[in-house]
């Protein structure tokens, strides 16, 4: 007997929804068997990992502000994986995003009116739409392939940020440590009373709605999976792909740099050399878990959120080393992708094919 | 090896028994959903007969031959390859059961010899070199001249579907399957095929030849089996029939053939297309550079541009439609020059297009046919978008079915994904959205290439009832029946050259033929060979 996938004669709509739990459920049964391996008790490890953040306020809180930043980010992403175009370097577009919103407080930190944080917010906007404007660039004039240039550029600037808080940007009255001056009140987000949630999630949770609602009812939405889908066919409908290259690859950018604004305009309150827990390349996941659709994105969004806050438990009340965070993270985008094998083939037991009536010449051929 | 001599023994036993079939089918069945596409078809060839498979398109006989291969798999019955029930799992199994098949649309590396090539395809992946020994044989056998060194991107596409044929013919098989092989060849090039099959029959291979051209099964072929709706409608001798009954056959009812009236173009009418000395380089390897590219279209005047594939035609319709943009005076629609405009302005302008590829050119095989209306139909006077470009749903929908119902498209209910229909119905499909807009200019690429005579009978109609309403049309076309049915005049593409216009109604084939197989440039092929390799 031997196992072999034949491709379905169309989609199977069951699979199509089945597919994300199958991944799921899989996540949970081989983590569960890992923290068996490490010799941990696996119900209580699971327990800590996926339950627990859930079982009290402050962590919900928690789970929003950080599933907050990867929804916005997978939205964007949603649009360029639509589009066929591989955008791997959300990380640096958040990064550019922080830098750029952070100018008003860091260069400008008299400057506390009202107008303060929206010009941040905006300005986070620019840097990152600008960021992701490179790889579309290179794309469209030398056919440079995005996957690579927009990856290396994550890397750039996560040094570039590197270098401004421990060079140029460090704060004048903070002795030495590597950080820019804080952020005052106008100059950040408004939090929820007694927690670090603030209103910027709104702005997250509010975008996914309208990405749904652009990317399935309007032409400029049905422009992006036309050229993704087709691309000659594209063409002929009158849709420029270099426009759209570098919209996709510039408003993902654009969401991105919100996203990485808001959270040092929010929780974090001050430029860092680390800023991000990887949520730039989480949001990869958090994209195709949620069938690059806003709803599903927004869903899994909260689903990979969890599985940080898991990962800080389990290390916080068990000792689970916090790199199991990512590991489980890539054991989901290991079984997304397997499972949505599923969704165009099936898998078929097949008897081996000596056993077959088949005909002679095949055996001569094995044989051979 | 010692299975093998066993194997070859139970071969020769089986060929003893010479009243079995080579291939025997019983009621083989495949359904896609709701829709039958393939419902209980029997079907016999004999050793050594040429067995034609007749059908609209749509009426199964690619999913028959699917099957055949090993490409698709049967829900019921079953396949006899020489009185053995046998299962083609694969087309690795299929080979090795003696079923090679030549494909209509070529599958061939073209960067690569044609020895490479060929290579590539046998099981026992024999080197070049031997391929090249093993080659000669063939070619003396079967006069099929092909240079085994020759890259396939320099040959134009005869010389490629020889070699199609050649990459088959070295697996040795016993059924060779053709699917619509004429429909890229000269008239010259299609009978010398035809020679090489009637010899291969007399070698006792079968062979089962899927066409739609009816004279050229009459001239042709032993057998014919013709389908409809996924059934088989007709046996027949096809020596015995007239093509008027083999059509009436396929399609059921009697095809109309309308033809263009000589002169139906006043003298006086409008000017509403020029390209006036068009060069273009596509600046791909295997392009072919437009070269002065002068024509003129009138209002009510249908031109047909002749030519064999690969001698510009692409580069040509892209040029026409915008796609590929050149200077703004080269191109001019009713007298404003559009050169550089792309291709949305065009429309704008009143113009049409249809390009040769259906799938993944002129439609998203993935998407619905609504939204593949959308494709082209998004200007104000569609009535598809509202305003900040949302999509208006049920005015798309209703476009959507008022095409399928114009222009007879068929199709599973509710609003499937081009992917599914036949190429014939999505052909009619896209040349109904482009012409329900009733445009003032419309160019058309291989109109009813690959399509069946009803399909493309429908489709010349359509065309010519549009050049009668006063439109300018350009026909580029492979088919010379067709061109000469329809045009008011006839030019004929060759190297990028574009020849002066002839009158149809007092043009020759010969002429024609003449015509296409010059190179306008050169004397002799080799100083086409170094031109081509200077332009890339």
Partial sequence: ??????????????????????????????????????????????????????????????????????????????????????????????????????????????????????????????????????????????????????????????????????????????????????????????????????????????????????????????????????????????????????????????????AGIMEVAGPIGELRPTISPGYGFTAIIVAFLGRLNPWGIMFAGLLLALSFLGGEAAQITLGLSDKMARVVQGMLLFFVLGCDTLVRYQIRLTPNPKATPVATASEATDAA | MASLHASQIIWVTLRLGNDVPLLAIEGLTKSFGALVAVGGVDLSIAEGSIHALLGENGAGKSTLVKMLYGTLQPDAGRILIRGKPTVVASPNEARAQGIGMVFQHFSLFESMSVAENIALALDHKPTPDEVKAELDDFVERYGLSVDPDATVGDLDVGVRQRVEILRVLLQKPSLVILDEP?????????????????????????????????????????????????????????????????????????????????????????????????????????????????????????????????????????????????????????????????????????????????????????????????????????????????????????????????FDVRSAKGDPAASTLSGGNLQKFVVGRELSRDPKILVVNQPTWGVDAAAASFIRGAVMELAEKGSAVIVISQDLDELLQISDKIAVLSHGHLSEPLDAANVTLEQLGLLMGVDPTANTSEAAVVERSDAA
């Fill in chain 1, 1 to 258: 007997m031997q196992l072999e996938l034949f491709k379905r004669d169309a989609p199977s709509g069951k699979m199509l929804v089945a597919a994300p739990f199958m991944a799921l459920g899989l996540t949970v049964l081989t983590s569960g068997v890992m923290f068996a391996v490490m010799g941990f008790n696996p119900v209580a490890a699971l327990y800590e990992y996926f339950i627990a953040p859930l079982t009290e306020l402050w962590s919900v809180y928690e789970l929003l502000l950080k599933a907050g930043p990867l929804i916005l980010i997978a939205l964007g992403l949603a649009v360029c994986y639509r589009a066929n175009i591989w955008n791997i370097g959300a990380e640096g577009q958040f990064t550019m995003g922080a830098i750029f919103g952070s100018i008003p407080p860091i260069l400008f930190p008299e400057w506390t009116s009202w107008t303060t944080l929206p010009t941040m917010l905006i300005l986070g906007m620019v840097g990152g739409a600008l960021y992701g404007g490179i790889p579309a660039f290179l794309k469209v004039k030398f056919r440079a392939n995005e996957i690579l240039t927009s990856l290396m550029l994550a890397y750039i600037a996560l040094l570039i940020l590197d270098y401004l808080v421990r060079g140029p940007w460090r704060d004048p009255g903070g002795f030495n440590f590597p950080e820019s001056r804080n952020f005052s009140d106008e100059q950040s987000l408004a939090t929820l009373e007694g927690s670090r949630l603030h209103f910027g999630i709104l702005i997250a949770f509010a975008a996914v709605p309208v990405m749904w609602f652009f990317m399935s009812r309007t032409l400029a939405g049905h422009a992006f999976k036309v050229v993704g889908e087709a691309p000659r066919a594209a063409r002929f409908a009158g849709f420029s792909s270099k426009t759209l290259t570098y919209a996709a690859l510039m408003f993902s950018g654009a969401l991105a740099g919100l």
């Fill in chain 2, 182 to 406: 004429t429909s890229v060849l000269t008239p010259q090039e299609a009978e010398s095929l035809f020679g090489v099959l009637r010899q291969l029959a007399s070698e006792g291979k079968s062979i089962l030849y899927i066409s739609h051209k009816l004279d050229e099964v009459r001239a042709l072929c032993d057998d014919a089996t013709v389908m409809r709706h996924g059934k088989v409608v007709a046996r027949t001798d096809p020596r015995k029939e007239s093509s008027a009954s083999l059509a009436r056959a396929m399609v059921g009812s009697d095809v109309s053939e309308v033809s263009r009236k000589a002169g139906s173009v006043p003298a006086d009418a409008p000017l509403v297309f020029e390209l006036n000395q068009v060069k273009y380089d596509p600046g791909t390897l295997f392009g072919m550079s437009l070269k002065n590219i002068s024509m003129r279209v009138h209002s009510g005047e249908i031109l047909g541009i002749a030519g064999v594939a690969g001698n510009g035609q692409k580069e040509l319709f892209d040029v026409l439609s915008g796609e590929a943009l050149v200077d703004l005076d080269a191109v001019r629609m009713d007298g404003h020059p559009v050169g550089s405009h792309p291709i949305s302005r065009r429309r704008q302008r009143g113009a049409a297009f249809v390009p040769e590829e259906r799938a993944g050119h002129a439609s998203v095989p993935a998407m619905a046919l609504s939204e593949n209306a959308l494709i082209t139909r998004k200007a104000p006077e569609d009535g598809t978008l509202g305003s900040l470009g949302v999509m208006k749903f049920s005015a798309i929908q209703k476009l959507s079915s008022m095409i399928r119902d114009a």
